[in-house]
Structures are given as C-alpha cells and as structure tokens.
C-alpha cells in the first residue's frame, strides 16, 4: 500500500510524538502516516494509548514533542481557531455512538450540519439525512430515540452523523466494542463501504483484531506507547515480532502469565 503513495504528502504525519497526561507517559516517539483514501487499524490491547493518539490526531489533546501534521497543519504550531477549521473536515465515531439522548436519529445525524453550515435550507440537511440513514441501514428510524436503538444501530446512526458534513477523514474509537461478532460484521463491512462510496481516509483504533484483519488497508500495533510494527493486514498475521505474535494468537502476556503459572 505504502508504494502507492510514493511522492505524495500524507494527510496525516506524526513524527516523534511523546504525550503525557496526569504525570503518565502516554506515548513516546510515535510515528505514523496515513494517505488520502487509507483505511489504517491502530490495533493493541487495552491502555497502550490508542484512544489518546487518537485525540491527539484530532487535535483535542496536546503532545509535548514531536510533529502532528494533519491536512499540511502542525497542530502543535496553529492557533485554536486554525485547529478548528482543520476539525471541521473531519468526523468523529466515538465508542458507544455518544449520541444525544433527547435529539431523535434524525436530529443527531443533522448536528453537525446544523452547528457548522448555517447557509444550508432545512429541506437539503433533511435530505443529507435521509440518504445517509439508507447508506449504513438505518432507514425509517429518523423519529426514534437513541434509547429504542440498539448498539449496533447506535455505531450505524454515529457513523451517518459523521458522514453528513462530507468530511475528508473520519476517526473511529472502537467501533465494535460491546457489538455481537454479526453486528460487528455489519460494523466492519461499514466502515470499508463509507470509504469505498464516500472516498473518505479512515482511522479506526480497536482492540479487536479480526475485526481491523476485515476492513483495514494496513495494521499498525501501539505497545508500551510506540508503535512497533505496521504492514498489510496479511503481512501484519506473519509478523516475526514477538509482541505482536503474542497479540495475533491471543496469549496472556507479563503478570497474568507469572499468576496463571504459579497456579
């Protein structure tokens, strides 16, 4: 994949990152580049920093070192005005949907449009709306409310919402978290769709291994807050490095290996 985009300039470009929150070391010396059109996992277990680097990509969390370049833009160099102008070509999926609970499907999906574009009739947001919920499967849910949703069509309306801005790159946090593995599927086979119909660049971190083996272009693992291999997902299931076989096969690893064999 990385061949394809020889010459060209990444949308994302992080170099030598390090980020620090609440007197912990989140991540140290990351590198990592996404190209127009890429689907990149960010795959590791639980705590190695994903939903951080994610943040940091989005400009909500500050690094105290390195380069986060998004769209051309330092965001370690531009004003918060200049950080929202880049925010507003970009949509966000977070775990669990974080839809509002007293706005209707239709009404969180039109959030975004209604908050960012105030030249477009109501009649066009509507139709943006319409034909976002046909596109991930949610059609005729535009009066329900998030709490008559399920999980699955909770991630399917969060996913519609951060679509109908026509962004040029969406962030997803854990996307299949909490789903059963067929709506996951559904999830998964979504995500891939939304960039093949939409031309869109995708982020997705996940803890959920096969599910990034499905949609993902390139496979990147986060350990001990670096990333330490990245390759097509094929080439990622064949890797050498022991960490990320120990991921791959699913093997207890550090304290919880000494408790079991001491057992």
């Not at 880049?86 to 209707?104: E, N, P, S």
């Not at 009066?143 to 069509?153: K, T």
């Not at 040029?168 to 998964?188: A, C, F, Q, R």
């Amino acid at each position: 994949m990385k061949e394809a985009f020889q010459g060209r300039e990444p949308i994302i470009l992080l170099e030598g990152v390090h980020c620090r929150l609440r007197g912990k070391q989140v991540l140290s010396e990351v590198n990592l580049r996404v190209w127009e059109g890429e689907i990149v996992a960010v795959v590791g277990v639980s705590g190695t920093g994903k939903s951080t680097l994610l943040k940091i990509i989005g400009g909500l969390v500050p690094v105290q070192k390195g380069t986060v370049r998004v769209f051309g833009c330092d965001l370690t160099k531009c004003s918060e005005e200049e950080i929202n102008e880049i925010r507003k070509q970009m949509g966000f999926v977070f775990q669990g949907g974080a839809l509002f609970d007293w706005m209707t499907v239709a009404d969180n999906v039109a959030f975004p449009l209604r908050t960012r574009r105030n030249d477009l009739p109501e009649s066009e947001i509507m139709e943006r709306v319409r034909k976002l919920l046909d596109a991930v499967g949610m059609e005729g849910t535009e009066n329900l409310l998030p709490e008559q949703l399920s999980g699955g069509m909770k991630k399917r309306v969060a996913i519609a919402r951060a679509l109908v801005a026509q962004p040029k790159l969406i962030l997803y946090d854990e996307p299949t978290s909490g789903l059963d593995p067929v709506m996951s599927g559904i999830i998964n086979d979504l995500i891939k769709q939304m960039r093949d119909k939409f031309g869109v660049t995708e982020v997705v971190v996940t803890h959920d291994l096969a599910s990034a083996v499905r949609f993902a272009d390139r496979i990147a693992m986060l350990h001990d807050g670096r990333i330490i291999a990245e390759a097509p997902p094929d080439e990622f299931l064949a890797l050498s490095n022991p960490v990320v076989q120990q991921f791959v096969r699913g093997d207890a690893i550090g304290p919880l290996t000494e408790f079991i064999d001491r057992i």
